[in-house]
Structures are given as C-alpha cells and as structure tokens.
C-alpha cells in the first residue's frame, strides 16, 4: 500500500456528536471537495477542499428532497454515493440488522439480542438527487429528485425471488444476507456492489438502469435489461465481498473485504465491465489495504487525479482523530502494472509507508460516479 500522505476531515459538533466522522460508509468527489456519508444517519455532507483540508461541512437531509419510507430522522444506512452527469445518487444497505451483543452482557441478554431481527425501512432506498453546483436540489428544470423505494419496488425485493440472491433477503447483513455496500455510474449503467451474499468465494453486483417513473412523480423505476429489472454480475475475489465501487479509467475499481465482521483482509481491484452478464474467474489485484485489530476498516474509495485514492474509514484508530474534530484519511498511490511482468493481470502490491502531514499538493478529483 502506498500512502502518500493523510488529509484531514474536519467535522461540525452536531456531526462529532452523531458520530458521523466515525462512521463513514462511502466518499465521492467533485470539484470543490468531497461527498460523504456514515451509517448512523439519513444525511449526506459536503466537505470543501481549503487551506490542506477538508472542512466547511454542509448537511444535507434527504428527507428534504425525498419521501423517505420512515421519515426524516431514522438512520438510512447510506453505504454508497455516486455522482455523474450532474446527479447525486445515494444506496441504503437494504439489509436486515441482528442486534449487537457485547462483552459486558450477561449471558441471558446475549442470547436475546442474539435472536433480535430488526428492519428498518429508511434502509432500502436509492436516491437520486439533481446537483446545482455542489448543492442537491429537490428540482433543476426538468430534473427532480427520485427516490426508488417500497413494497415491491426497493431492490430487496426486486431479487427476492432470485435463484442466488432471493434466500439471502430473509438473513441478517452481518450473517452473510443482503447487505449493498457500493455503487457507481458508468454512462446509463448503476452498478451495486454487495458486501453480502458471498457465494462460495464469488462476489455480486447488481447491474440496474433506474428511470423515472411516469405514473409517480418524484419515484424512480428499474428500466428493463434482457426483459428483467437487474442484471446480476458474479466476480471471484477469493471470497471477499464488495464493500465501495469507484468509476476509474475503463472500468471499476472495487474496494473488497470480508463480508462478516471481521479485520481483513482489505484489497483494491480492478474491473472491465463487459457489454453483457459477467462471471469473471479473476479480476486484477491493485493493492492491499492495511487494516487495524478492530478499528481502521476502509469503507470508502474515491479517486483522485488518476493517479491516487482519497481511502475513508470507519471505526478508526484514535491516532486518526484529530483535536479539532477531525479525522485523518490517506491518501493512497495507484500502483501500475509493470508490462513486462510475469503475471500482469495480478498488479503488484505496494508496501506499506506514511508520510505525516497534510495534503499539500493532492489536488481535488475530477473522476464522477
């Protein structure tokens, strides 16, 4: 892994205090700064590139723009943002959650949290918000704000009665069930990465092409692919699942790690979607990730000049939490390939290295999705 240096990303005390800067769930770019998002909350923030960092925080509720199914303030669990063609798009994990047992838990709470199943709804939703500058917009002329969401329609249940994907709707996210953890556009194409289900090793990405929907204003629907409403595309990533997609040169970067909750490993790959269903044997290995002992989990890619990643994490370390509210991300060189190289379909991994300090020179990204 290359890190070349780490930024900071400064938060405002309501968002330290909902533990946003904690909890990022996934990051984009576009010219000014950056678009994040954590998994406590039904918000989107912008950060604007200044003075080495970033900071000016605006939030953004989606309730604003969107009939969220369970209101404004139940969390959504955003784990994917993308932007193209002056869109914002925001995915929902679309997963059950089991309760969390902890250590200090006698063993009869353990066992009841154990078997705690909880669905929450703001959780299976798509967005897709208009941009006026780095600003959402509920309308920009003939552009609206969508959302695809409901009984019947959110994605979860458009696969419900899929061969592969239909059994996992029923398991928790953490279990190996349904659990979307990615998204990026590539022209008219949405692609969804999922941390969960891995099925024996092979991963899954939804292939979907949402279109607004004539008969609800302010919804959108899945344009059909081959007569169905998805497309799904199985890669091996030596059972890793998908946990952030990034648009970069002719393809997908894919940011893989386990789909339980476990360390790592974390791992960079690189993706040619084809023109039709994939099931690709080997995708190309860009670089492992380092990972902490419970903390310090990528969840986030975006790339930057072409050249080097923005990583985000969630749970990090204490060292990455900065006085001022902050929290420190890396930024990561791209290794390339070297053509001469025996097995060149496998790039080779960088090693591990930080330079302190502050961005300097980084630049912001010009890559949409």
Not at 74 to 81: N, V
Not at 129 to 143: I, M, Q, Y
Request: aromatic content about 6%; proline content about 7%; overall charge neutral.
């Amino acid at each position: 892994m290359f890190v070349e240096r780490q930024v900071e990303l400064r938060f405002d005390a309501a968002s330290r205090e909902a533990a946003t800067h904690t909890n990022l769930s996934a990051v984009r770019t576009d010219d000014l700064g950056i678009w994040l998002a954590g998994d406590e909350t039904a918000t989107v923030e912008h950060l604007t590139f200044r003075e080495g960092r970033f900071c000016d925080q605006r939030t953004f509720y989606l309730a604003d723009y969107v009939d969220l199914p369970a209101g404004r303030e139940d969390e959504a669990d955003i784990e994917g943002l993308a932007r193209a063609d002056g869109w914002l798009w925001a995915i929902g994990s679309h997963s059950l959650k089991r309760r969390r047992a902890k250590a200090h838990h006698s063993p009869d709470r353990v066992r009841r949290r154990l078997a705690d199943v909880v669905r929450e709804e703001n959780r299976y939703i798509l967005v897709r918000l208009p941009l006026a500058g780095s600003a959402p917009v509920r309308e920009d002329g003939r552009r609206r704000a969508e959302i695809l969401s409901g009984a019947g329609h959110n994605l979860a249940d458009l696969v419900a009665k899929d061969p592969h994907l239909g059994p996992f709707t029923a398991i928790p996210s953490k279990d190996n069930g349904l659990d979307i953890e990615g998204i990026a556009v590539i022209g008219g194409r949405v692609f969804v990465g999922l941390r969960g289900p891995v099925l024996r090793g092979w991963a899954v990405l939804l292939e979907i092409r949402p279109e607004s929907d004539p008969r609800r204003p302010g919804r959108l629907r899945p344009a059909l692919i081959d007569g169905r409403p998805y497309r799904t595309h199985f890669l091996n990533l030596g059972g890793l699942g998908v946990r952030d997609l990034c648009p970069y040169e002719d393809g997908l970067l894919i940011l893989a790690g386990p789909t339980m909750s476990l360390d790592g490993p974390i791992r960079v790959l690189r993706w040619r979607p084809g023109d039709g269903p994939s099931a690709a044997h080997r995708v190309e290995t860009v670089m492992d990730l380092v990972h902490g002992d419970g903390h310090d989990h990528a969840e986030g890619i975006a790339a930057l000049d072409g050249e080097r990643l923005l990583v985000v994490y969630d749970n990090p370390a204490a060292a990455r939490l900065t006085p001022e509210g902050g929290v420190l991300a890396d930024i990561v060189r791209i290794p390339r390939p070297v053509p001469d190289a025996p097995g060149v379909q496998d790039s080779p991994r960088g090693r591990s290295g930080t330079t302190p300090g502050g961005a300097g020179g980084a630049g912001i990204a010009r890559h949409p999705g």
